[in-house]
Every structure is written in structure tokens, then in C-alpha cells.
């Protein structure tokens, strides 16, 4: 099988030659390349050229056009702080008090921001790869982008205190999701995974999850797969308990699952659905190799009989985790494979 079988045989809960490995790998190839991250957060080129790199290091079956959680709202005016060697944040958020909220623009993918840098990186990694590995694009949830356009104290205050101007600008962020999405989907990847931080229970209530983000994500992943999305792919992070269950009802194909939500729950609450993850991600950076080829093969135990499995970390794999630990999971899924 080629990673592309090997996935989608994963989703559809079919027999694989080994489970799937999906490393998120994002940053930490740009530190295995010997290139700074913050010229990696800038270039299509380099994204590309370091996640060919990890792929051929470390032999997984995806590789990432995606650069951090600002490219949605840098592009609709927020300002950004770049420093050498890291990811960058937000000094000025895009909307504020006097903003005209019915006159915002959806930025373009190929023309505002780096979202053209990004879709470069997709055209690039899916002409080197082809159909033979995943290709997976980036987007942010509505809500998220909603935070990163407000800031998060704001965003909040503002659903408590005024929900209609709240819910325009969920909407607002929601268009921006499906256009810069699709324009992925165009420009060669797979499908966009669907990074939501904000939407999780640490965050919100999971009432307020159901009401006001449920129905938008349901819209986003309808548009993705009748742009062609070959399975919708959502990160929550956190305690997700309370929420899962709800994802297919949104469309969801692939879920990901966190290191504080076990294996066994994760069966329990959503049997018919494929998951992924979930090793601790600072565990890529404290734990030996050992420990995390032990850890992912007790996970594959765990979904052997169940299958619809891919393994991976929780989250992101910090950029200064050490190559061996992630290796270790390749390690893990070829050893189990071999019996």
C-alpha cells in the first residue's frame, strides 16, 4: 500500500499493511532541515523543501502545507510579530470596537497575507508527491479565526454581551475558513485539517459549542467535500468528552484525539468514526525513543481490533523534539505490522 491507500483504507475502517502514521510535523521540519522557523512561517518554497525532507527522514504518510495559527487573520489586517526561531504572535488584532463589521472583506487566498505563500507550499508538496502521500492543508475553525481576528477575552465578551455583532463575525470568519480551505483543495492538497483550539471545552461550554460552532463547521466540511476533500479532518484539542459525539454529525471523517482523552474512551464515544492520535506531544521532546515506541505500540494493541486508527501525537510535535522519538513511531507501526 502507498500512504494514500494506507489513509483512506485507515478512514473507511478497511485492512491496512500496517496502521498509518501521521506525525504532526510542522515546524520541527524546518529545525531538521537547518532552516530558521520564522523563514520557514514565510516561504511556500521552504515549507516545501523541509517537509519533503522530514517525509523522507522519517518515512510517515503526510506531509503538512501549514504554517501556524495567524495566516487567516494576518491576512484579513491583523499585525504579526515575527522573532528569529519561533512562531509568531499577534500586536494588533484586526477588528476592534470601531470596526464596520458589514464591510469586511474576505481576504484572498492568492493575493492577501501569506495565504499565497501557503498554497504554494500545496501545489509544491502535492507535484513532488503526487498520489502517493497525503497531502494536508491548514485551516483554522471559525471560531478560532474568530479569536485570532478579536482576541479571545474579546471574542467572549462580545458572545455574552452583543451575540447578534458575535455571530456576523462567526460568519464572517466561517467564509474565510471554506475560501481559503477550497483554494487549498484547489491548489493540490488532499484535504485541509481543520486546526480549532478555541472551540475546546477548556475554552467554551459544550452548550455554546453545539449552539454557535457545530452548525459552521457542518457548513465548512459540506463545502470541502463538494470541492473535492478526500475525508474532513477535525483538531480540537483538550478534553473533548463532552463534544466528540457531535462530529459526525458536522461531517467528520477524521477525528483527533489529545493524550488527556484515552484510548478507550475515544472507542467508546465515537465507534464508527477513524481517529488519530494521541502520545503526549512534550513527550517527543522529555521521553526516550523507547518510551514512545512502547506508547504507540500499546495504542495499535488498543485499535487492532477495532481498526479505523492513525497513529500520531496529541498535537503539534514541538519543533525541538528529538528526531529519534519520532522516528520511534514509525519504528512502532512496522514492528507491530511484522508481527
Known amino acids: 500500500m502507498n500512504s494514500i491507500e494506507r489513509v483512506v483504507a485507515a478512514v473507511s475502517f478497511n485492512?491496512?499493511?500496517?496502521?498509518?502514521?501521521?506525525?504532526?510535523?510542522?515546524?520541527?521540519?524546518?529545525?531538521?532541515?537547518?532552516?530558521?522557523?520564522?523563514h520557514y512561517l514565510r516561504s511556500g518554497e521552504l515549507i516545501a523543501k523541509c517537509?519533503?525532507?522530514?517525509?523522507?527522514y522519517y518515512g510517515y504518510d503526510a506531509v503538512f502545507a501549514l504554517m501556524d495559527v495567524n495566516v487567516e487573520t494576518e491576512a484579513a489586517g491583523s499585525i504579526l510579530n515575527y522573532v528569529k526561531d519561533d512562531y509568531a504572535t499577534i500586536t494588533k488584532y484586526?477588528?476592534?470596537?470601531?470596526?464596520?463589521?458589514?464591510a469586511l472583506k474576505i481576504p484572498h487566498p492568492e493575493k492577501d497575507g501569506r495565504m499565497p505563500e501557503l498554497l504554494k507550499a500545496a501545489k509544491l508538496l502535492r507535484s513532488e508527491v503526487g498520489n502517493e502521500v497525503v497531502v494536508v492543508g491548514t485551516v483554522l475553525g471559525p471560531l478560532t479565526i474568530a479569536t485570532q481576528l478579536l482576541s479571545m477575552e474579546k471574542a467572549f465578551?462580545?458572545?455574552?454581551?452583543?451575540?447578534?455583532?458575535?455571530?456576523?463575525?462567526l460568519d464572517y470568519a466561517t467564509e474565510i475558513c471554506i475560501t481559503f480551505g477550497i483554494a487549498q483543495i484547489q491548489a493540490g492538497a488532499h484535504l485541509p485539517i481543520v486546526f480549532n483550539p478555541s472551540a475546546s471545552p477548556v475554552?467554551?461550554?459544550p452548550q455554546f459549542f453545539k449552539e454557535f460552532e457545530l452548525p459552521r463547521l457542518?457548513?465548512?466540511f459540506t463545502k470541502f467535500k463538494e470541492a473535492g476533500a478526500a475525508a474532513n479532518w477535525l483538531h480540537i484539542a483538550g478534553p473533548v468528552q463532552s463534544i466528540v459525539q457531535t462530529y459526525p454529525e458536522a461531517g467528520v471523517n477524521i477525528i483527533?484525539?489529545?493524550?488527556?482523552v484515552s484510548a478507550e474512551e475515544i472507542q467508546q464515544l465515537t465507534p464508527t468514526t477513524c481517529v488519530d492520535g494521541n502520545i503526549k506531544s512534550l513527550s517527543f521532546e522529555e521521553a526516550s525513543p523507547e518510551e514512545i515506541e512502547s506508547e504507540a505500540m500499546n495504542l495499535i494493541k488498543i485499535f487492532s481490533n477495532r481498526g479505523g486508527f492513525i497513529l500520531s501525537s496529541g498535537c503539534e510535535i514541538p519543533p525541538?523534539?528529538?528526531?529519534?522519538?519520532?522516528?520511534?513511531?514509525?519504528?512502532?507501526?512496522?514492528?507491530?505490522?511484522?508481527?
Request: aromatic residues 6%.
Open 15 to 38: 485492512k491496512t499493511d500496517r496502521v498509518p502514521v501521521i506525525a504532526q510535523v510542522f515546524g520541527q521540519s524546518a529545525v531538521l532541515a537547518g532552516i530558521p522557523l520564522d
Open 320 to 339: 525541538k523534539s528529538k528526531p529519534e522519538n519520532i522516528t520511534a513511531l514509525m519504528s512502532a507501526s512496522r514492528k507491530m505490522a511484522n508481527g
Open 203 to 205: 475554552c467554551i461550554p
Open 51 to 56: 517537509q519533503i525532507k522530514a517525509l523522507e
Open 157 to 169: 465578551y462580545l458572545a455574552a454581551d452583543d451575540p447578534m455583532k458575535f455571530e456576523k463575525i
Open 94 to 102: 484586526a477588528i476592534n470596537e470601531s470596526t464596520n463589521i458589514d
Open 218 to 220: 457542518q457548513k465548512v
Open 256 to 260: 483527533n484525539f489529545d493524550y488527556c
